[in-house]
């Protein structure tokens, strides 16, 4: 087994060898549940969250069409709840590979990433109201088969998005559940994490050079509210629904995005001349309580972010 990449106690691995196929690819995950106190905006403001892996939004899974993944949900003792993993990448049964496991226990199970797109991975555990906007959720990349295709164009770089509630943090799972005691919203686990234009804390922004084909990533983690995806000083150059080549669309303003769904939607900046967006969810209640977030065009843009891995900035 070769070890391909280890962070924060997170564990993703390749090995071949498999009961589905000689041929396909088993990715080794492993993610360990920590409840913890995270930060959850520019200014140090720290809630109790529970995360996957010490993250908000857990790590990012990345395989490819076909590949089997080899996933251990571990719940670290010390922790107060039962957990649990659903991948929606994941054609298995609800009551077998996604029940709940009590602290000090793992849970393992395999599935097969039959088909691409990007997909939300959240914890199911009673009341998931809670463990989800408490922070239980990650995204899942499937990139397809095939590769890229003049329909399917290689990126230049690529961002995840994730988008996730935050309730205050006394606010009971019924209140969560009814939408009550919203304080606000996270991207990426931060209000307003990259937009220094409504939050002076703010130190981070996405970036890119003039004419790139910039890749989003988007998940909607919130429980209740749908996200209208738009990119403010531009328009979508192309978008697939759920992230599957097939589902291509072109010159979309606004994307409708649902809880727990996700979408990858490309922009093209002008060539000629720096430029900024303001990659938003057009929900005033939305953006306006942290859904906004600053993507500089220009030509100092800083080669590592959105390669190589470095999809989500922390
Ligand atoms: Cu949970």
Known sequence: MKLSKITSGVLISLALLSSYSALAKVITVEIPVIEKEMVIDNAGTKHDMWTYGGTIPGPVVRVTEGDIVDFT???KKGNKQSHSMDFHAAIVDVLDEFEGIRPGKSKSFKFEAKYPGVFIY????????????RGMYGV???DPK????????????????VEGDL???DATPTEMTNNEKLEGVLINGKQFHYDPVHDQNASLVLESKPGERVRFYYVNAKINENAAFHAI???????????NPKNVRYGLQTIDVAPAHGVIADLVSPANRPTNNAIVDHRMKSALKGAITILMNKEDADPKLGRNGNLVIR
Do not use: Q
């Open 146 to 161: 095939e590769g890229y295709t003049k329909d399917f164009p290689k990126p230049d770089r690529e961002y995840v998005i």
């Open 140 to 142: 899942i990349i499937v």
């Open 233 to 243: 000083a531009g328009i979508w150059d192309r978008v697939w629904d759920n992230g």
């Open 167 to 169: 309730f205050e943090n």
């Open 122 to 133: 959240h914890c199911g555990a009673s009341s998931m109201s809670e463990h989800i906007s």
């Open 73 to 75: 949900l571990l719940n």
